[in-house]
DNA sequence: ACCCTTTATGCAATCGATTGCAACGCCCTC
DNA sequence: GAGGGCGTTGCAATCGATTGCATAAAGGGT
């Protein structure tokens, strides 16, 4: 038995508080039922006892550092005060904006969040979903979403409060929170327009994420909508949003035989291959080649040049999601809604005129 | 009485299944006692079980779909399965890969992770630490000390296994893993001294965490090993590693009547400030300045120019660090270690001989 | 054949906090 | 002065899994 409560400090039991207090222990110093210092300390609850035994409670309670042990309350009443976040990739500079501005809404909102990097293999996704939900998580934040992702269904059957940021499922089955894909494409193509590109090129994201698929349709409506014609429409599409991948994408819309004056990378990964594969070619963007990137990540402003990109707000999507995601707890039969935020371009150094040799 | 469990789905009783199946259901399935699932789905109990019960019991617990309730398993053992990670600041582009090592590593041992950003406030420090153990945290991993934290004491006091990583206390109370700060700042000097640099300067991170004063001593140190006499060596110090920070000692250190030709940051996001302050005065960088960062975080390959940093196996840090409180958990006796890792110099083309206009 | 060991399972307490219900005492009213 | 009501507090069950101990059944030895 009691291995563990009362470290037993020397050999006479003189004062032995060592672990952390419990409720009996602040309901024996004052004298009253452990069910009253439950209530005194509940700001929902103190009604029901009297003012001074509250306040005398209370004291007690911060005398003797008593906090209440989180993992018996969350047995008891069935929450745990933790939402789980699923990351595609913690390591991905655009992620971090997100998570921070998930984790300070939440936070402000007493709960703590459990983040967990997927990577690369998609099936496990899955899994930790299910491990989350064995923690007892209260909701779940899913960044790593696929079109006709199973995990929707099986969230769904799970019944659990989700949300969606910055990808969505085909199905629109979850509450989102994402940006207006479509129009970052057509305010980076009008760009290009406007600079006087009549052949554009496209490196587009993963055909199975939201924002791969929408961004190259919106792509491709803004450049007809443009007047380009098909064939000056160029479009590669990269496996993974690395700046490998995108390296790999660029050399090969590159070598293609009319080649194009300006691409748009569906995010701002791609546009560091992009400037890879423009290295390696010996090009030089804008002069040869102009670049538009999405996301506008952070410290893309001090690239060579700096890159002319979509900024998406990243820090609000996460305290949009966070919000979302605390209504849905609170109410799990609010409507389900979906966010959608509006892009806006930053123009710096890596778009320029065709031909423009500065 | 029961609002929450078996949420009824519609009228008929037929087969709610409806909220996760506990150890009970499995149990009556199976015909046995609940303790008898409980030992025959612990790797650790199981022997004491018939293998064709045990057997029995895993396949109806894999059709049930039963995951164990996580958090009531922690109230009875004590232990939570959970690690508290406090970070500075998740958004610093530094910190992601020691965050992924941390993660990685303990994940594949059970462990979930619960990163909190301290932020700016230093005093949310202490807060935060008592936030995670009360919620049962099994350990911390503390990316955040200063020196001369009072949180380690805290810790201490808690007696709750605590590992520092990349920062460590000055009186080395906690176990760490860090890397030698004042080598790597040798490698800097001798790098710009071997270049023909005899006037270096050097922005300094604060003074109150370790990087900051153990890389501003081993910058002095190594300034004076390479000979370099004292009115040579010019210091000024950034109140936090910021790009901002680093921006306005670089305008600082540029504004002294007899300028450097070579400036070693204490860490990248400062250089990134010395490029923005090239930028203000009109100057080039490595032309007419020199300058070295420090951690190579992810990207700095991609400025303008490439910049030459002393490298920190971040990722390592994070593996090592992981691997120490998995020890400390095991066994809270084990002696305090510390690790140090030695980092290693990247050279790119922010640094140049002086004068030469290449 | 009997007893003693070994093996497998059941029983019940336990972790710490929460909460519906019961009970107590007090005050007010008629 | 008795009864009703309300405001406080205590009691005990509960959440779900774990584990020391008890017990039952099976096996082995003489």
């Given at each position: 038995?009691?291995?563990?409560?009362?470290?037993?400090?020397?050999?006479?039991?003189?004062?032995?508080?060592?672990?952390?207090?419990?409720i009996k222990d602040v309901a024996e110093k004052c004298g009253v039922h452990p069910?009253t210092v439950?209530?005194?300390?509940?700001?929902?609850?103190?009604?029901?006892?009297?003012?001074?035994?509250?306040?005398?409670i209370?004291?007690?309670?911060?005398?003797?550092?008593?906090?209440?042990?989180?993992?018996?309350?969350?047995?008891?009443?069935?929450?745990?005060?933790?939402?789980?976040?699923?990351?595609?990739?913690?390591?991905?500079?655009?992620?971090?904006?997100?998570?921070?501005?998930?984790?300070?809404?939440?936070?402000?909102?007493?709960?703590?969040?459990?983040?967990?990097?997927?990577?690369?293999?998609?099936?496990?996704?899955?899994?930790?979903?299910?491990?989350?939900?064995?923690?007892?998580?209260?909701?779940?934040?899913?960044?790593?979403?696929?079109?006709?992702?199973?995990?929707?269904?099986?969230?769904?059957?799970?019944?659990?409060?989700?949300?969606?940021?910055?990808?969505?499922?085909?199905?629109?089955?979850?509450?989102?929170?994402?940006?207006?894909?479509?129009?970052?494409?057509?305010?980076?193509?009008?760009?290009?327009?406007?600079?006087?590109?009549?052949?554009?090129?496209?490196?587009?994201?993963?055909?199975?994420?939201?924002?791969?698929?929408?961004?190259?349709?919106?792509?491709?409506?803004?450049?007809?909508?443009?007047?380009?014609?098909?064939?000056?429409?160029?479009?590669?599409?990269?496996?993974?949003?690395?700046?490998?991948?995108?390296?790999?994408?660029?050399?090969?819309?590159?070598?293609?035989?009319?080649?194009?004056?300006?691409?748009?990378?569906?995010?701002?990964?791609?546009?560091?291959?992009?400037?890879?594969?423009?290295?390696?070619?010996?090009?030089?963007?804008?002069?040869?080649?102009?670049?538009?990137?999405?996301?506008?990540?952070?410290?893309?402003?001090?690239?060579?040049?700096?890159?002319?990109?979509?900024?998406?707000?990243?820090?609000?999507?996460?305290?949009?999601?966070?919000?979302?995601?605390?209504?849905?707890?609170?109410?799990?039969?609010?409507?389900?809604?979906?966010?959608?935020?509006?892009?806006?371009?930053?123009?710096?150094?890596?778009?320029?005129?065709?031909?423009?040799?500065?």
């Amino acid at each position: 038995m009691g291995r563990k409560n009362r470290a037993v400090t020397g050999k006479g039991a003189k004062s032995a508080p060592a672990s952390r207090p419990t409720i009996k222990d602040v309901a024996e110093k004052c004298g009253v039922h452990p069910s009253t210092v439950s209530r005194a300390l509940s700001p929902v609850m103190s009604h029901l006892v009297a003012p001074e035994v509250a306040e005398r409670i209370r004291t007690a309670a911060a005398t003797l550092g008593y906090q209440p042990n989180v993992t018996a309350a969350g047995l008891r009443t069935g929450r745990s005060g933790l939402i789980g976040v699923l990351a595609p990739d913690i390591s991905d500079p655009g992620f971090p904006p997100i998570l921070s501005g998930v984790t300070e809404t939440l936070n402000a909102a007493g709960y703590a969040t459990i983040v967990a990097d997927v990577g690369p293999d998609p099936s496990r996704e899955r899994e930790l979903v299910d491990k989350l939900i064995a923690r007892g998580v209260d909701g779940l934040v899913l960044a790593t979403v696929v079109l006709n992702d199973p995990v929707v269904g099986h969230c769904l059957a799970a019944s659990i409060p989700v949300v969606l940021v910055n990808r969505s499922d085909s199905g629109r089955r979850l509450p989102a929170v994402v940006t207006d894909d479509e129009a970052g494409m057509r305010l980076a193509v009008d760009h290009l327009v406007a600079l006087g590109h009549r052949r554009i090129g496209h490196i587009a994201g993963p055909q199975d994420v939201s924002t791969g698929a929408l961004r190259r349709a919106g792509f491709r409506a803004a450049a007809a909508r443009a007047g380009l014609p098909a064939q000056n429409i160029l479009i590669e599409t990269a496996r993974a949003y690395t700046r490998d991948e995108g390296r790999l994408a660029a050399l090969r819309l590159l070598d293609r035989k009319q080649a194009a004056t300006a691409i748009v990378a569906a995010n701002d990964l791609l546009a560091l291959g992009i400037y890879d594969a423009l290295g390696e070619r010996g090009l030089k963007c804008p002069a040869d080649l102009s670049v538009v990137g999405h996301n506008d990540m952070p410290y893309v402003d001090m690239l060579s040049p700096p890159l002319t990109t979509v900024r998406i707000a990243q820090r609000q999507m996460g305290e949009a999601v966070a919000r979302l995601l605390l209504a849905r707890i609170a109410d799990p039969s609010t409507r389900r809604e979906r966010i959608v935020l509006e892009p806006i371009l930053i123009v710096r150094g890596s778009t320029a005129s065709p031909g423009d040799r500065e």
